[in-house]
């Protein structure tokens, strides 16, 4: 019984040290084996109109399929449905060019590429959770015949037990024929890196364009005219202002009289409908408190975003929108319902509920109608039915 125990401790713990080494906490052990996510694809000129990889006719790898499961909030409203590429790719280990899969070209599939290929198709995999980028092909200078990549060339580098860069050429086009036998093939080759595991992603950010090509002169105009707005209108309302007191000045010394039987001008037009109480304070009330917390939330996420680097995850920046504006709620309760207090409201439950429940349902009613278009189109941003209910 002690043997079948102590069997059973072994396997467990050499289970959890094969599971502690995986994407997902970025350290690899020996030559295991690293993961590549096919995501989406798309037109080059409109960044978010993406498909799934995997509706154009491309092949998978020999390895078994694996599933991928949403690991944030984020991650799964943003519609994010990673694919295995079934690619055997080992950690620290080359791999010389070959072919994993070939496709045929029916019709169906020629008409696809090629209308991919004209349209600029690129499209995203992941890598340790690290972004590349490919082209599906080209047309030659006449236009008339029409190209496509099969050959990637990935490299990685690493960093001790970790990935910390990734780059991929694509490599040997063929043309496009009905009928024709188009191998897909891959390469792997590691390198050492000096790159450390924190800053990876710092390549993604392009310093060189913030740095060096900065629009000075179109900051200066923009400020400048910004100033001479805000004087000229300045300028316009003292006067007006000015006129009016001088006016009001002089209405002193006219008799209660003279002054009933003188029309109203000037401010004196406009203050009674400015402070004036408003017809809906609940309504009102409401759109003030979230409007304060909408802005609580928006500084928060930019102090997060500088401080943490929300970039570096798939929907994180998503993710943590939506657990500020949770936890910000008391902000809207305080500035609304003290609104409506002041405004002589009695209905104070009611006006709690529409506060809590105006922004969610105005956002939630648009994403459900935009995403059933999408659902329509087989976007790749298109979110399960399901999910949604789930995450409303």
Not at 54 to 81: D, M, N, R, W
Not at 272 to 299: E, M, N
């Amino acid at each position: 019984m002690n043997i079948r125990v102590l069997r059973f401790v072994c396997l467990a713990l050499v289970f959890s040290f094969h599971v502690l080494a995986d994407e997902h906490n970025h350290k690899y052990e020996g030559e295991e084996e690293v993961v590549l996510w096919m995501n989406t694809v798309g037109p080059y000129h409109n960044r978010q109109e993406t498909y799934e990889y995997y509706s154009l006719p491309f092949c998978t790898g020999p390895k078994e399929t694996i599933g991928h499961y949403h690991e944030t909030l984020g991650e799964a409203l943003q519609g994010v449905e990673l694919e295995y590429s079934g690619l055997d790719i080992d950690f620290k280990r080359d791999k010389e060019k070959i072919q994993y899969c070939s496709v045929s070209l029916s019709d169906e599939k020629y008409k696809a590429f090629v209308y991919a290929v004209k349209n600029h198709y690129w499209y995203q995999m992941y890598i340790d959770d690290l972004p590349i980028w490919g082209i599906v092909g080209e047309i030659d200078e006449g236009g008339e015949a029409f190209y496509i990549w099969t050959h990637k060339k990935f490299e990685i580098g690493f960093n001790g037990k970790q990935i910390v860069d990734v780059n991929l050429t694509s490599e040997a086009k063929v043309k496009l024929e009905v009928g024709a036998q188009i191998p897909f093939t891959y390469e792997i080759k590691w390198h050492a890196s000096t790159v450390v595991f924190e800053e990876r992603f710092n390549k993604y950010l392009d310093p060189n364009f913030f740095q060096h090509r900065i629009h000075w002169f179109s900051i200066f105009n923009s400020f400048m005219m910004v100033i001479f707005l805000v004087g000229l209108v300045s300028m316009i309302l003292m006067r007006t202002l000015r006129k009016d007191y001088a006016r009001y000045s002089k209405d002193e010394e006219i008799d209660d009289m003279e002054r009933d039987l003188g029309d109203e001008y000037g401010w004196k037009q406009v203050h009674g409908d400015i402070f004036r109480p408003c017809t809906s304070p609940l309504l009102f009330s409401g759109l003030i408190g979230t409007g304060y917390q909408c802005v609580s939330v928006a500084l928060c996420v930019i102090i997060f975003a500088i401080v943490g680097e929300l970039y570096t995850e798939r929907g994180s920046m998503l993710s943590t929108a939506i657990f500020v504006y949770a936890a910000t709620s008391p902000i809207n309760g305080y500035f609304g319902g003290s609104l409506y207090a002041r405004m002589g409201g009695k209905q104070w439950i009611k006006q709690m509920v529409v506060s809590a429940f105006l922004l969610p349902v105005l956002v939630c009613g648009t994403a459900f109608f935009i995403n059933f278009i999408a659902i329509y189109y087989h976007a790749s941003r298109a979110i399960p039915f399901g999910t949604m209910v789930r995450t409303s």
